[in-house]
């Protein structure tokens, strides 16, 4: 499997952004509302390079295939995790890849934060292994807490704490502790 | 035990601003509270100028979700009155917003006597979230987070009038 990084967006990756922002049938992995089509130029320069945390989630040296923002609440000490990522590469670890890089760098650049948290619907399995694989932990089902597509949804929270301990990468052995 | 007397609910108005310094003031009361304890009735009056008379008059969109939160001044704690007050709130926001699906509310991990007067409102306790908040600028806080979502049972009816 590719190694899965984290870099800045910027404008140029306004093209590869529509391989997810474009497919209908993508719905953002953890985020409440239905993943909103946006012209990629406009977002990329007024909601991406203004954000105190997003980042684009890129395969082995080749372009975006997803996003990954952090985003502090009224809380301090709280940040929301919200990821996407194009259908292609679902199914092969991506997200639990690119989780687990968001966890050992996002807690030094966000001044503050002790709290990443998720909300994640109780039926998107494949999110929710994503999140457990990558260390996060279940506090609660959060019930009839939004609705999505006319639906009043369940959701299940999720969070990891800075001084939780993160979860070793699976394709790396290492002999020293 | 049960208060003697009962438990009404209005809007506040500028006026209240002494009585709200009454236990906005009490750090016993605003312990488990985001902001610092108010020393002077200008807080009170600006809170109530700025933040709730405002938010009362917020029916700009109609979401299913809110959160409730509440303070007793201390000299009447220990009656039941919190637990009235809830009941009596959450009754009349599930009547007053027919869009509205779930309130919630989070209590102190070290606060059992504010879980206790969700748990005796009815509301549903979901589990614990930590390092939610952060109090007055110190470490952030593990918080319980209860609900109350339309037909969960019978809010408990009045003894309590709501009046505006």
Redesign the interface.
């Known amino acids: 499997m590719n190694t899965v990084t984290l870099r800045r967006f910027d404008l140029a990756d306004a093209d590869a952004m529509m391989s997810w922002a474009s497919d209908p049938v993508v719905t953002a992995f953890l985020n409440r509302e239905p993943y909103e089509p946006v012209e990629p130029i406009a977002f990329i320069r007024d909601t991406v390079l203004p954000h105190p945390w997003f980042r684009a989630i890129c395969l082995a040296g080749d372009g975006p295939v997803g996003e990954v923002s952090v985003t502090p609440t009224e809380?301090?000490?709280?940040a929301e995790l919200g990821i996407t990522l194009a259908r292609a590469h679902w199914g092969m670890g991506v997200a639990t890849a690119a989780l687990k890089r968001v966890l050992a760098t996002v807690y030094a650049d966000l001044d503050?934060v002790?709290?990443v948290?998720a909300l994640v619907d109780v039926d998107n399995a494949a999110a929710r292994r994503a999140l457990e694989k990558a260390g996060f932990?279940q506090?609660?089902?959060?019930?009839?807490?939004?609705?999505v597509k006319g639906l009043?949804r369940d959701m299940v929270?999720y969070?990891f704490?800075s001084t939780d301990p993160l979860v070793e990468r699976t394709m790396h052995v290492s002999l020293s502790s | 035990m049960e208060a003697e007397g009962y438990v009404s609910l209005r809007e506040f108005t500028e006026a209240d601003a002494e009585a709200l310094l009454e236990w906005a003031s009490d750090p016993r009361v605003v312990r488990f509270q985001?902001r610092d304890a108010y020393t002077h009735v200008d807080e009170a009056r600006r809170y109530i100028i700025d933040h709730v008379l405002p938010f009362c008059r917020t029916r700009g969109t109609a979401p299913?979700?809110a959160s409730l939160g509440y303070l007793v001044a201390r000299a009447h704690w220990g009656r039941g009155v919190a637990t009235r007050a809830v009941s009596a709130a959450a009754e009349a926001v599930f009547a007053e917003w027919p869009w509205l699906?779930?309130l919630?509310a989070i209590a102190d991990v070290e606060n059992p006597a504010s879980q206790r007067v969700l748990e005796k409102a009815g509301f549903?306790r979901?589990?614990?979230?930590?390092?939610?908040?952060?109090l007055k600028g110190r470490p952030?806080r593990d918080v319980v987070?209860f609900?109350f979502?339309?037909g969960d049972g019978e809010v408990k009816p009045a003894e309590v009038a709501t009046h505006s």
């Open positions: 809380d301090r000490c709280r503050g002790e709290r948290e932990q506090e609660a089902v959060m019930r009839s807490y939004c609705v009043l929270i969070s704490i | 985001r299913s979700a699906v779930r919630e549903t979901e589990g614990v979230l930590r390092r939610y908040v952060v952030s987070m609900s979502v339309r």
